[in-house]
Every structure is written in C-alpha cells, then in structure tokens.
C-alpha cells in the first residue's frame, strides 16, 4: 500500500494523526490508519496507539464526503477505546476465547514482518501448527479459564508426555532394473505415481530413505512386491525439549497480549516462568567432527567428487564455514576477487506452509540468520581458483540450457528451471557423499562442517572474538560454548602447558658415548694410581 494522494484525509490535531493508503494496483483509497497521542499506563511515558480501519465494499468509489463521514465515525470509536487503553480502563467486550485471539495474535505479528522483508516465516507456520495443539486441548475455553496455574501446569505435563511415531522406510534393493525395465520414462513415472523425480531418484540406492506413502505408490504403480525393496520401521518418540518450550512460549506471549491490551481484565500472566515449572523433552546430540585427521579423509574424498556444483559448495563450507542457507544464496557478484573477500548477506530455505496470504512458501531469499550473519570473509588463493573454475563451468552449463530461464538468475546454485536452490538440497548432497564414504561413521552435516571449520581456527589460536566475527555468530557466548566443547587435544596442550609453567621439568641430560664412558673412567683410575694391568 502506498500513502493516499487524497490530502484532505491525511491531516494532524493534538491528538490524532489521520492518513489514507491508497492500492498500488487500483490507485484508490482503501484503508484509513488512525494513530492516538498519549501516555503508556505503567511507563507514564509517551505512546502512540494506532489502529486501521478498512474502507468498506461500497465506499470505495464514494464521495469525499461520504469517506469523511466515516473517518469522523472511526475518529470517535477509536477515541473512546484508546482513552481506556491509555488509562489502563479497557475492558473485552464480551469473553475472549483464547484460540481465536491466539490465532488473531499470531497473524498480526508475522504478517508485517513477512510482507516487509520475508523474515519469520518458519516461526510463523511453526506457531500456525501449535494453535492446532491448542484447538484441540483447549477448545472453546475462554482466557479467563486459560490463565489459571493449575491449567497451563496440566497442560505442560501433557505436552512433555506426548509422543510422535517417527517412520523410515528404507531401500533395500535398488529399484533400478525395475525403472529401466519399464517402457515409461523415468519422470514419466514419477509423474504418474504423484511424487518427484528427485525422491524417484531416491530408490536407486540401497540404503536410502523415503516416505512409506511413497514406496506404497510405487509398488502399486509398478507392481512390486513391497517386502523385496523396502524396508519398514517405526517407533514412538518424545517430542524435543525445543518444540515444548517453543508451545509453552506461546501460551506466554498470547496471555500477555491480553495482560496488555487489557491490563485490568487480565493483570497476571500465569504462564510466566514464576508460575509454571520447566518444560522437558528430549535434547538430540550432534557429532561433533573436530579429528583433524578425519578433516583431511574428508578433503581427500571431496577432491575425489566428480559433480561442479557439490565440490565447490563442500569446498565453500569447509573453508568459509557457511550455514547451508547462506552457500545456497550466494551470487558471483558477492565474490571480490582483487579484494580476496566474499560478503555474506542472504540464506535460502525451502518452507513449507502457506503465509498470511494464503500462497504457499516454497523456496525463499531472507537475510542471514542475525544481523552478525550479514559479514564479509576472507578468500584464500586456493577457493579463489576453485570459484573461478566453477564459473566457467556454470557459464558453459548457461549456455546449454534454457536462456531466458538462466539470465535471470546469479547464483552459484540453482534448480534445473533456474530458479533458487535451497540450503536443504545442498545438504543432501553431502548426506549423499557420506553414504557413499563408508568409513565415516559420523553423522557429517552442514553444520558438522562449520563446526569443524570453527574447531580449526581455534586449534589454529584464533582469539573467539575474531572466530564469532567470522562465524557469523550472533553473540560471542555462542563462541564460547563451542570453544568450551573443542577438540581435546588443544585441551591437552593447555593443561600441559599450564602444569609445565607451575612446575617446571629438569631437562633431562645428555646421553653419554661408550667412548665418553670409558675415557671418564680412565680420568677416575688414574686419580687413584691404578692402570688397566691392575685390573
């Protein structure tokens, strides 16, 4: 929306600022903001409180007097409710029920911040998903019946109790001599089964994982026996301690929404911390790949990869320490090469869901993960050449494929339609080349490799101000901790060096010749008058 070109709406008094935003597609007034002038209640100091009000169907093609009338009418019913807010005074209408108001909570808050700059998107449809928690639990229950201790407590027991059933169906027997068997294309069967040809791609090799529903489509498209191919398990699991704390955060912002819009209706938040006890739920542990000698193995095997695009991004997160988001949004034009610097300063996810708008997600561009995230990075001459070998190899893959498509794009990495890759699709390469490495055992990620890069520059005696620069680290504590955890063998070097200095070792002396022996023995005989004949 832009600012409305009507100047006799957009006008000042003492105490409320009133302004038209007009469409962008239609150029016409559809929405009036009002912004009341006073005090906060507790703070006693200045606020604004602003409130928009929707033109009506029928008055968008009205009269100037006939909008006029209605911003007067919105004047005065935002008056009245704002006075009671800035007093402390405004009380709901009638029983709030608390879903419905969590749900109007949740839009508000996401819906700016994703229409502005993309940002929120995953906590958005995560909060979308716990309102679903709550519907059920919940119901119909109202605010006042929410916010009871007794209640939340219940509820936080309930939810550190509830368990999932985590599914994998694995391949046990490539599917290939099936595909290639088979008088349909590959994407053709993809196609016709309802799933993509990457996850098609899966079945070709043994050891991989793929959705129950999938191997089900399959089967029955190609009439085959499930039990030969596939390989079902599945077991009952606690959800993560993150994802209860996340739900019980919830509970927390929405009631204290409510404590705010009506601090006399609800002056308690019940779901704050001095209440209710600490959530619980299972913690997962990550390998940790900070052994320098399976850091070399694993350079040795990302030399030995014979695909353009996953060497030089396994490359990029080894010598850069890059989150999968940030290597999938970077573009050539963000590499100096004279400078020797590369600037950091967009991530790509793919999101599932639908925002405030109703259109699905998909892939998206936002910024770094914190402000720290946007930085720039030194080049070493060895990545420098490695990027510049890329993109002659991506420059000959332009021409090859579709023009149009690829002139609109920068990227290092994209899908086959040009359009951006994610950070997701990067990081099954890697988990590709580790099933194809059998002697690592190790779990190695994205994150496993920044990780490692981190470790390195420690080992390296980076000081941890330098190294959260580097990183991108929001605050240097999460340096700490990974300083904290590293390597033992630079724990071992600092406790020798520390027991060295508060008792120092006596050199060891020199080792004496057989010569040396018998020439001191001789000095010593001929002290006492004795020769060899006396022996």
């Known amino acids: 929306m832009a600012k409305s070109k009507n100047d006799f709406l957009n006008h000042k008094n003492n105490l409320m600022h009133v302004r038209g935003y007009d469409s962008k597609k239609t150029g016409k007034l559809i929405s009036i903001e009002l912004i009341y002038s006073g005090t906060d209640p507790k703070t006693k100091q200045y606020k604004n409180y602003p409130k928009t009000f929707r033109l009506p169907p029928e008055l968008i093609d009205a009269s100037k007097k006939e909008i006029l009338e209605f911003s007067m009418k919105c004047q ?189 209706a609800y ?87 639908v925002n405030p708008e109703g259109k699905k997600f998909g892939v998206i561009t936002k910024k770094p993960k914190s402000k720290k995230g946007e930085r720039t990075l030194p080049l070493s001459d060895s990545i420098i050449e490695k990027v510049q070998e890329y993109r002659e190899w991506w420059m000959q893959q332009k021409l090859i494929g579709d023009g149009e498509i690829w002139e609109r794009t920068n990227r290092l990495f994209v899908q086959n339609d040009g359009k951006p890759m994610s950070g997701s699709t990067i990081a099954s390469w890697l988990k590709d080349l580790m099933r194809r490495a059998k002697e690592f055992k190790k779990n190695i990620t994205p994150h496993a490799l920044r990780y490692a890069y981190i470790s390195l520059l420690i080992t390296n005696g980076e000081d941890p101000r330098t190294v959260m620069e580097m990183a991108g680290h929001a605050n240097i504590e999460t340096t700490l901790k990974i300083y904290a955890r590293s390597n033992m063998k630079v724990k071992h070097k600092a406790v020798d060096g520390l027991s060295n200095m508060l008792r120092p070792k006596a050199e060891p002396d020199e080792p004496i010749s057989t010569e040396k022996a018998k020439m001191m023995i001789l000095e010593q005989m001929q002290k006492f008058g004795l020769s060899l004949a006396d022996l």
């Open 76 to 264: 005065m019913e935002w008056k009245e409710e704002a006075e009671k807010l800035r007093t402390g005074m405004l009380m709901p209408k009638q029983k709030l029920i608390f879903c419905d108001f969590a749900e109007e909570e949740i839009k508000s808050k996401f819906r700016a911040k994703w229409l502005e700059e993309q940002g929120g998107a995953s906590h958005y449809v995560s909060n979308m998903s716990y309102l679903k928690i709550f519907r059920k639990h919940f119901g119909l229950m109202t605010i006042d019946e929410v916010n009871q201790q007794h209640v939340i407590q219940n509820f936080c027991k309930w939810l550190c109790e509830r368990t999932y059933r985590r599914e994998a169906t694995k391949v046990i027997q490539s599917l290939k001599d099936v595909l290639d068997a088979h008088p349909l294309t590959f994407k053709k069967i993809a196609s016709e089964c309802g799933i993509a040809h990457t996850t098609l791609a899966l079945t070709l090799v043994k050891g991989n994982t793929v959705k129950k529903e999938t191997a089900d489509k399959l089967c029955k498209f190609l009439e085959i026996s499930f039990k030969k191919y596939f390989e079902y398990a599945y077991e009952d699991v606690l959800y993560s301690k993150s994802c209860n704390r996340d739900v019980k955060n919830l509970i927390y912002y929405v009631l204290n929404q409510a404590r705010m819009t009506y601090p006399k």
């Open 267 to 353: 002056p308690v938040n019940y779901a704050s911390k001095e209440f209710i006890k600490p959530v619980t739920g299972t913690v997962g542990e990550k390998d940790l790949f900070d052994d320098e000698d399976e850091i070399v193995e694993f350079v040795k095997k990302v030399d030995e990869e014979t695909d353009p695009r996953r060497r030089i991004a396994f490359n990029l997160f080894m010598e850069l320490g890059l989150r999968g988001g940030e290597c999938a949004g970077l573009e050539f034009d963000d590499f100096k090469f004279k400078r020797k610097e590369v600037r950091i300063q967009r991530s790509t996810r793919y999101q599932g869901g």
